[in-house]
C-alpha cells in the first residue's frame, strides 16, 4: 500500500500518468480524507476532476486516521500541512509501504521517523526503467513535472539522466 499526500498526487495528475500507475501498481493506493479535501473540494482543474472520478471508482481509496494528536505534534514540529501529516499517520496506522511526497518538510518528516518515501520523480524514473514508459512519454511526463513542480537543477538532471 502507498500512501499519497496532495504534491504528488497533484503532479502525477497534472503530469498525466496518475492512471498509469494506479494500473501499473500491484497495491492499494491510499489516501487521507485531508488530502481528498485539499485537491478535490471546490476545485474543477483537470487534476481535481481526475482525482475525483478516481476516488469515486475506488482506485484511490479515502481512509481516516485515528491518532488526531500526533497529527497536529508533526504540523507544528515539521511545519507541515494537515494534509502531509495525516498521510505520515495514515502509512502508519495502516502499515503502508511508503509515503508518496514531494514536500519537502514532509520528506524531512519522513527521515526523521524512518518512514519510507517517494516523489513523483521517483515514481516517473522507475516506471520507466521498468518498461511502462518509452523515451518520448518518459521525456514529455518529465517536462510537465518540471513545468508543475519546484526541483532543483541537480535533481532534474539527475533525472534526465536516469532516464537515458
Not at 502509512?91 to 518528516?109: C, H, M
Amino acid at each position: 500500500m502507498i500512501v499519497f499526500d496532495s504534491s504528488t498526487l497533484i503532479l502525477l495528475a497534472k503530469a498525466e500518468f496518475l492512471d498509469d500507475f494506479i494500473g501499473d501498481y500491484d497495491g492499494k493506493v491510499l489516501i487521507p480524507r485531508e488530502v481528498e479535501i485539499e485537491c478535490c473540494d471546490k476545485k474543477n482543474s483537470f487534476d481535481a476532476l481526475l482525482i475525483r472520478k478516481r476516488v469515486q471508482e475506488k482506485k484511490i481509496l479515502v481512509a481516516k486516521i485515528s491518532n488526531t494528536e500526533l497529527c497536529g505534534r508533526l504540523m507544528l514540529d515539521f511545519r507541515i500541512c494537515r494534509g502531509e501529516a495525516e498521510a505520515l499517520i495514515l502509512v502508519l496506522e495502516k502499515k503502508g509501504k511508503l509515503v508518496a511526497t514531494d514536500d519537502k518538510n514532509a520528506i524531512k518528516a519522513c527521515k526523521v521517523m524512518n518512514i519510507p518515501f517517494t516523489a513523483a520523480m521517483a515514481i516517473l524514473v522507475r516506471m520507466t526503467k521498468k518498461g511502462t514508459f518509452g523515451p518520448d512519454r518518459a521525456r514529455a511526463i518529465l517536462d510537465a513535472l518540471i513545468k508543475y513542480a519546484r526541483y532543483s537543477d541537480t535533481l532534474i538532471k539527475e533525472a534526465k539522466k536516469d532516464l537515458k
